[in-house]
């Protein structure tokens, strides 16, 4: 026992030496497939097991490539930054501006003012304000703001239902005059008896709130309203192409592969709102349905006694605090607004867009953050100050500060997407891709709706136990040589690969909301599973509908582009069609 005990201690240390070395043969095969292959079963391990944090295992090809012969340092190097890479800062800058004036707070306090404080509207109130703000901002940040704010409000709904039953016991026993006889409340109050003594005679005073526990309805009411905040968190995160980091893996990774054949991607922040945005509406009412449906009804969340005044007043007060809206909030919502729409007017398809008005293929979506960031930090917060006062300030602050962004923006995520990118470019040059590529070919008999279902569903499974960025971006380039090799358009199966991966619904290991929700206390780990699966499975399925209707008339993801025509395949069946080579 005592050897194990040391091993499990030292469990990090052995996984960093034992892997290598079982690989090893791998390795001393010689070709350069088999070290790629060394390569990307060490990284798995790694990232899978977590003995380093996940930016430093994505700084392995940086040393492995080279030393295995694969690809150059400087060849390796260039793969990290990418233009996906730069759309993704300047999206978290964005964000990071939206958190540091609290626009997001304010944002949230309001549409819970606009919706009700009924305890039936309260799920509501929390999932919509957790799904819309996680469009922009990291659903971890929408989190952790949604949770100090979900837990306040039940802990105010708790005190009024302790405040209705007091009421209710004192005018019971005021009417009754009998103190020897108990009341059916005194389970949970107590009820203190004095002597008059110019009277001589026994007086109630109004009872005392000792311990009150939670009813089995608070109990219901409070599981829901959590654990909906996590899920909208991870919903609303696959609406935009920013929203969360699997989008962007699938933009490089996609960029790349439409790139090499001097095509365009067409996924793009506009075009990806197409599918993106109603495949999330889809699952967040079903998502609000589910919740209902599983704790018993809207039916078991009335409370009779409770007075939502009191909890309107609450969020009230919470709104007041804020203050009123300064001229720092008034600008970064107007930069916020400029920025959504110079990207979806960037590309409209057939109808042009402001794109067009310079060289073709040189303006990209990372162009539109970029320039927001850039007057983020040179618009002055004070500017009326400056101007109003005699005494003008002699320092002039800017919206944002780097401080603020540096320590707001996870920087770690720009390594990982790196080596993910630098993952499938040695996978690629070492003549791995291909081997799997022809290995996957089983797959050629099975309808392509069943494959993309199938492929998401195991997706968002396995990222139940390891990070969904790590997950996409070990898996998304497999599944698009697994695409090519059938002879179908790869993003007919990258596109539900990476959306699934933000479908992790079942343990609080999965995401960071489902961890901040769980260490609340309200749900169990069996609990959460339960209800978990259920959002998997019907997440999947809307996702697999999305993208073979519209998605696929959208994106002609039943056509496969001329330019991929140096597969040996061309022809899949696909709904009972067939997916041709474009002419």
Known sequence: MGILRTLWTLRNVVIVVATPLLLLPLLLNGSKQSSAGFCLILMAVYWATEVFPIAVTALLPVMLFPMTGLMTGKAVSMTYITDSSMLFVGGLIMAAAVEHWNIHKRIALKLLLIIGTEPTRLMIGMMLPSWFLSMW??????????????????????????????????????????????????????????????????????????????????????????????????????????????????????????????????????????????????????????????????????????????????????????????????????????????????????????GNLFKKKYVTDSAAPTLVSVLLFLI?????????????????????????????????????????????????????????????????????????????????????????????????????????????????????????????????VATPPNAMVYVLGYYSMTEMIRSGCVMNILSVFILTLGVNTWGAEYFSLRTLPVEFSDLEVTTVMSLNSTVTIAT
Not at 146 to 168: F, N, S, T, V, Y
Not at 325 to 341: A, D, K, R, Y
Request: hydrophobic letters at 45%; charged letters at 15%.
């Open 380 to 508: 002055p917060a004070n500017l009326p100050a400056f101007f109003k006062s005699k005494n003008r300030p002699l320092v002039v602050k800017p919206l944002l500060t780097w401080r603020t962004v540096h320590d707001k923006v996870p920087w770690g995520l720009f390594l990982l997407f790196g080596g993910g990118f630098a993952l499938a470019q040695g996978c690629k040059e070492s003549g791995l891709s291909e081997s799997i590529r022809e290995a996957l070919t089983v797959f050629k008999e099975l309808p392509v709706w069943l494959t993309s279902m199938l492929v998401a569903l195991l997706t968002s499974f396995i990222t139940e136990v390891v990070t969904n960025t790590a997950t996409c971006t070990l898996v998304l380039p497999i599944i698009a040589q697994l695409a090519l090799g059938i002879g179908v358009n790869p993003l007919y199966l990258m596109i539900p690969t990476a959306v699934a991966t933000s479908y992790a619904f079942m343990l609080p």
């Open 137 to 354: 901002t990291s659903n971890i940040a929408t989190t952790a703001m949604m949770c100090p704010i979900a837990d306040a409000l039940l802990k105010e709904l708790q005190r009024g239902e302790a405040g209705a039953i007091e009421e209710g016991c004192e005018e019971e026993q005021l009417q009754n005059h009998n103190l020897k006889q108990l009341d059916p409340c005194e389970t949970d109050l107590d009820t203190e008896v004095v002597v008059d003594s110019t009277r001589h005679e026994e007086v109630y005073t109004s009872p005392q709130r000792t311990r009150l526990k939670p009813s089995k309805e608070h109990i219901q009411l409070a599981k829901a309203m959590t654990i909906s905040i996590a899920y909208a968190a991870n919903i609303g995160g696959t609406t935009t192409i920013t929203g969360c980091a699997s989008n962007i893996i699938l933009k490089g990774l996609a960029d790349e592969i439409f790139q090499e054949r001097g095509l365009t991607s067409p996924i793009s922040f506009g075009t990806w709102l197409v599918l993106g945005f109603p495949v999330s509406l889809l699952i967040f009412i079903t998502l609000f349905l589910w919740l209902t449906l599983y704790f018993r009804g809207c039916s078991s969340f009335k409370k009779k006694g409770i007075r939502s005044e009191g909890i309107r007043d609450f969020i009230k007060g919470q709104y007041k605090a804020l203050g009123p809206v300064t001229f720092p909030e008034i600008m970064v919502i107007t930069l916020f607004i400029i920025l959504i729409i110079l990207w979806v007017s960037r590309d409209l398809g057939g109808a042009g867009g402001w």
